[in-house]
T-cell receptor, first 112, second 114 residues
Framework: SQQGEEDPQALSIQEGENATMNCSYK?????LQWYRQNSGRGLVHLIL?????REKHSGRLRVTLDTSKKSSSLLITASRAADTASYFC????????????FGKGITLSVRP | DAMVIQNPRYQVTQFGKPVTLSCSQT?????MYWYQQKSSQAPKLLFH???????NEADTPDNFQSRRPNTSFCFLDIRSPGLGDAAMYLC?????????????FGPGTRLTVL
């Protein structure tokens, strides 16, 4: 069953604005990862946050995780046209054979 | 640069005609994955190899098979493609199986079934 559910499904902002994307999931996780996918391409790993972490930063990216609410958010600050892409959250459940379960993704459009 | 390579990028096949998609990696990772992604949907894991150990997902149709002849290469075989198998097929690798391992994706092969 699909684990991550992102919202909104689509987001359109002006260059320079911040973009906030949310992900909710259903069961306990070991970690949560965010990936970016440019149109017609493969996915690129952005950031991983462990279940015992609450916030993590990487450049213009800020990820938060609230395990009590089973939710995560990805913030992209000072967005650029090149940030236009689909963004997926993926959850990693406990276990040595754990696999990533992806959500449907959020389409972000950054207008120049 | 170390990377995951998929060939071809675009593949057209006929209904029922077997097709093979290939993936290679220069990362020397132990795990290789195959995902199916249909338009505006989440990537769906079909199976993965941990070294030579094949792990099929319970809901992967029998029509989909995979081979991993060595560490670097992994193939996806679709024995009798149907119209519903038209999708983007993504290959990914990770250094190890288990948690805290990010996955590295190839650019994908877009399969069209006529």
């Amino acid at each position: 069953s699909q684990q991550g559910e992102e919202d909104p499904q689509a987001l359109s902002i002006q260059e320079g604005e911040n973009a906030t994307m949310n992900c909710s999931y259903k069961t306990s996780i070991n970690n949560l990862q965010w990936y970016r996918q440019n149109s017609g391409r493969g996915l690129v790993h952005l950031i991983l946050i462990r279940s015992n972490e609450r916030e993590k930063h990487s450049g213009r990216l800020r990820v938060t995780l609230d395990t009590s609410k089973k939710s995560s958010s990805l913030l992209i600050t000072a967005s650029r046209a090149a940030d236009t892409a689909s963004y997926f959250c993926a959850t990693d459940a406990f276990g040595a054979n754990s696999k990533l379960t992806f959500g449907k993704g959020i389409t972000l459009s950054v207008r120049p | 640069d170390a990377m995951v390579i998929q060939n071809p990028r675009y593949q057209v096949t006929q209904f029922g005609k077997p097709v093979t998609l290939s993936c290679s990696q220069t990362l020397n990772h132990n795990v290789m994955y195959w995902y199916q992604q249909k338009s505006s949907q989440a990537p769906k894991l079909l199976f993965h190899y941990y070294d030579k150990d094949f792990n099929n997902e319970a809901d992967t149709p029998d029509n989909f098979q995979s081979r991993r002849p060595n560490t670097s290469f992994c193939f996806l075989d679709i024995r009798s493609p149907g119209l519903g198998d038209a999708a983007m097929y993504l290959c990914a690798t990770s250094r190890e199986r288990g948690s805290y391992n990010e996955q590295f994706f190839g650019p994908g092969t877009r399969l069209t079934v006529l």
